[in-house]
């Protein structure tokens, strides 16, 4: 099983910043691609940014020049660095990983989510 627990979300003012954290701990062979996700109030749940373990990140358009996500890969850590925050950007944010088994199985896992408020 692999757990993620992610850590970091809260309310701040438009304008300002916060950085999200989500540490993934278990038992695995490896972890892809890593990333995050938001879903707000009566909308669906979209992607924000997303890291494989080598290679180019993905952004959503509303979060580009905005957010960064990041990786430590000896942390089995990835982060989302949010900056000119705006009330849009009021959501559940999850943290999402592609994981191989010891049994070469891949797996999709979500952790929990954490809440993420924007004031105007």
């Known amino acids: 099983q692999v757990q993620l627990v992610e850590s970091g979300g809260g309310l701040v003012q438009a304008g300002g910043s916060l950085r999200l954290s989500c540490a993934a701990s278990g038992r695995f062979r490896s972890i892809n691609v890593m990333g995050w996700y938001r879903q707000a109030p009566g909308k669906q749940r979209e992607l924000v940014a997303t890291q494989p373990s080598s290679g180019s990140t993905d952004y959503a358009d509303t979060v580009k020049g905005r957010f960064t996500i990041s990786r430590d890969n000896a942390k089995n850590t990835v982060y989302l660095q949010m900056s000119s925050l705006k009330p849009e950007d009021t959501a559940v944010y999850y943290c999402?990983?592609?994981?191989?088994?010891?049994?070469?199985?891949?797996?999709?896992?979500w952790g929990q989510g954490t809440q993420v408020t924007v004031s105007s």
């Open positions: 999402k990983a592609g994981v191989t088994t010891f049994d070469y199985v891949n797996n999709n896992y």
